[in-house]
């Protein structure tokens, strides 16, 4: 915190598809800025969380930001190059690789409302929080022994929708001051405190708590109450200060905070404790900042706050539209939020540029109307994709290959060998039916001394880029052939040297994965019994929708299908990066005039859905609810539906032979056996391992793809 007030703009790193467990660094941040007027607060985002991170994620994550005053978004990351190491590092990346990169505009829209909507007006907070920092320098014995302590005073703070910022004790030493029944630290001033878990206190700040005490101010203990002054035992001092605190033990904490501090704003219903609040004032106006931290329940909730200057207005930056807010009879507001969103309630001053749409009305529940047909027909509009990162491998220019091994954990064989010298890599493809089109897609070909394609010497002449700049195409049909196809590569190689300044000396030569596109389909080869789980790392958090991983062994290129059932993984398509239409008519018998129709996906594994109906685009489905309203463009008797599909470059660059399946948080090592951040778990020589048919902690040879497509089949309703 002492840090944060001598930077322009203080900011913080925010990594993983996780919220639990990380309101101190965000509000420290924030706490710091409000207290020196700092407008912008930075936070690097949205890193390992895996290139599937969709739309819903990144408005999970940056609407926990701005609830806690984090306004300024810096995404990780963005690559200029995805060529070897970098495809792997920490992902995702947002760029133009993204296959949905064209509708990135969306979300970015809505990331900068949230952002705005944190600086207007002024932070209103009702309580300081005392940082217990100083306690763990004495105590020392436990890294972060009181930070549990804190992390439960902030959860039951947000819980019960208070205002409140933390208080670092020299900050408060240097800057703060009672003024009134108030205690003022920098432009803000904050009427109670609470020392949460702490063993140590500073003079200056029981000078000013002690001050405070005697104009009015509450102070409310819960955990261990401070026996040291200055890192001094101080039995006499401490004991009188002790009479003037509310003491509470961390279990009863919440009754004593309630019983003794109304907060800003009262929220009731169930699961109100997942809606977190903000309120920001002006001198005719207010606006309540809602966000719902759950990622997977729309919640529907009552609020009561004082408004100033009347005019309730109800700002929803999902759908950039704004609603008259009318009281219940009990003089109170009735409100529901999607999950991962952020609602705005203004008054007065602040409402009076609303273009209002009508009024607000609760969402409800639409009934069932027809569930659609696994039986869609489809094309793609990217090339398929076959991604090869299994090779074989020769040090004695070709006279003896290896088995068949993960390219990777040759690189890191050869590496931890330092070998320097002629490396030939021997990929297998199958083929049942020879393609329409087929390229070959190589990183950085030039590197190679030699390409063999069926044994026969290949030309790589580049005609384009398939994904990354880097990752550069050649035409190969004319030298395919049905059955078993090798492609031989033949460079100089130099393993890892991580401390030299040399860029290409510093990552050793990059053997890669290689991938062949194009016109054809993808025979997947699984285990049966275990081609489908629910058990992965991502689905074990809680968060998520719960959705299945694919298993497979090996694959063949075949022929493409037309018809399909929805889940286009198991239907030719488990790499395929891109843009998929799918195609299916429906019946409407009578189109009832008093009543609305909408199209609904339950559960679908894409970035972007686009529908269509009758040849009229209805809406870009990015976020919850996943539900479009069709009515307009309905007509009795048969209507054709189009859903286009859009998805990520998870099932083209992996992590693939991960035992966790679908990740929370991807690392480099995730793509590898030897485990280190963020698993932890691991094996250096994962690679010799898997060849003796030892266990290893995190590598799996099948390969681990997530849906792309319907999880559930699509619904229509009606209201």
Avoid at 243 to 268: A, M
Wanted: net charge negative.
């Amino acid at each position: 915190m002492l840090h944060y007030r001598s930077m322009q703009q203080p900011g913080m790193d925010h990594l993983g598809l996780s919220i639990a467990n990380r309101i101190l660094t965000a509000k420290s941040l924030s706490s710091v800025a409000n207290q020196y007027e700092k407008k912008k607060r930075l936070s690097e985002l949205f890193g390992i969380s895996g290139q599937n991170m969709n739309f819903e994620d990144r408005k999970w994550i940056a609407g926990w930001h701005s609830i806690l005053g984090v306004n300024h978004f810096c995404p990780h990351l963005t690559l200029y190059s995805m060529k070897g190491a970098r495809k792997r590092d920490y992902p995702p990346t947002f760029s133009y690789q993204q296959p949905y990169w064209n509708y990135n505009k969306k979300i970015e829209d809505y990331l900068g409302r949230i952002s705005y909507a944190t600086t207007v007006g002024k932070y209103n907070p009702q309580i300081l929080v005392i940082n217990p920092l100083e306690s763990e320098y004495i105590k020392g014995s436990k890294d972060g022994e009181f930070t549990s302590g804190i992390n439960a005073v902030l959860e039951i703070l947000q819980a019960n929708h208070y205002d409140y910022d933390i208080g670092d004790e020299q900050i408060l030493d240097d800057t703060a001051k009672i003024k009134k029944a108030e205690l003022k630290v920098g432009a803000m001033c904050y009427k109670h405190v609470v020392l949460p878990d702490m063993i140590s206190i500073r003079q200056s700040t029981l000078n000013l708590l002690t001050e405070l005490h005697k104009n009015g101010g509450l102070i409310i203990s819960t955990g261990r109450f401070p026996m040291f002054v200055d890192g001094v035992e101080d039995e006499v001092q401490l004991a009188e200060f002790k009479k003037r605190v509310v003491n509470s033990s961390p279990e009863d904490f919440e009754n004593s905070l309630l019983n003794k501090i109304s907060p800003n704003v009262l929220i009731s219903g169930e699961n109100k404790e997942k809606i977190w609040s903000q309120t920001r004032t002006t001198q005719n106006g207010k606006l309540l900042q809602l966000y719902n931290t759950s990622h997977t329940e729309s919640i529907q909730f009552e609020i009561k706050a004082e408004f100033p200057g009347k005019n309730v207005v109800l700002w929803d930056p999902s759908l950039a539209k704004c609603f008259k807010l009318e009281p219940n009879s009990s003089g109170s507001y009735d409100i529901e939020i999607a999950s991962s969103s952020n609602l705005w309630v203004t008054s007065g001053e602040l409402s009076k540029n609303a273009i209002i749409e009508g009024n607000y009305i609760l969402p409800h529940k639409n009934r069932d109307l027809i569930t659609l047909k696994k039986d869609w027909s489809g094309k793609r509009l990217s090339p398929n994709a076959l991604t090869v990162d299994f090779a074989s491998y020769s040090t004695d220019k070709g006279k003896t290959f290896s088995t068949s091994e993960p390219v990777i954990g040759i690189f890191s064989r050869l590496s931890d060998q330092h070998y320097y010298g002629d490396l030939m890599l021997k990929y297998e493809v199958r083929i049942d039916d020879l393609p329409a089109a087929c390229k070959l897609v190589l990183e950085q070909p030039k590197m190679y001394n030699s390409i063999k394609i069926n044994g026969k010497d290949f030309e790589f002449k580049s005609d384009g880029f398939y994904i990354d700049h880097t990752f550069e195409t050649t035409e190969v049909l004319s030298v395919l052939k049905e059955e078993r196809n090798t492609i031989q590569l033949e460079l100089d190689f130099e393993p890892i040297d991580a401390a030299n300044k040399d860029t290409r000396k510093r990552y050793g030569t990059e053997i890669e994965s290689i991938y062949l596109i194009g016109d054809f389909g993808l025979k997947a080869f699984s285990d049966k019994e275990k081609y489908e789980s629910y058990d992965t790392q991502k689905n074990r958090t809680g968060d998520f929708q719960q959705r299945p991983v694919r298993t497979f062994t090996g694959f063949a290129i075949s022929k493409e299908k037309t018809s399909f059932g929805g889940s286009l993984v198991f239907e030719g398509y488990p790499f395929y990066a891109g843009v998929f239409e799918l195609k299916q008519s429906f019946n409407i018998a009578k189109k009832e005039t008093n009543k609305k129709y909408f199209l609904e996906l339950p559960n679908c594994e894409a970035i972007v859905s686009l529908v269509t109906i009758n040849g009229h685009q209805t809406d870009s489905l990015v976020w919850t609810p996943f539900t479009t309203d069709i009515t307009e463009f309905l007509v009795d008797g048969e209507n054709e539906l189009q859903i286009t599909l859009i998805n990520s470059l998870r099932n083209l660059l992996g992590p693939h032979h991960h035992k966790g399946g679908e990740l929370e948080k991807v690392g480099p090592k995730s793509f590898t056996g030897a485990g280190g951040f963020p698993d932890g778990r691991g094996e250096s020589n994962w690679y010799d391992l898997r060849l003796e048919n030892k266990p290893t902690a995190i590598w799996t040879d099948t390969y681990n793809h997530i849906p792309f497509g319907f999880v559930e089949q699509v619904k229509i309703t009606t209201n």
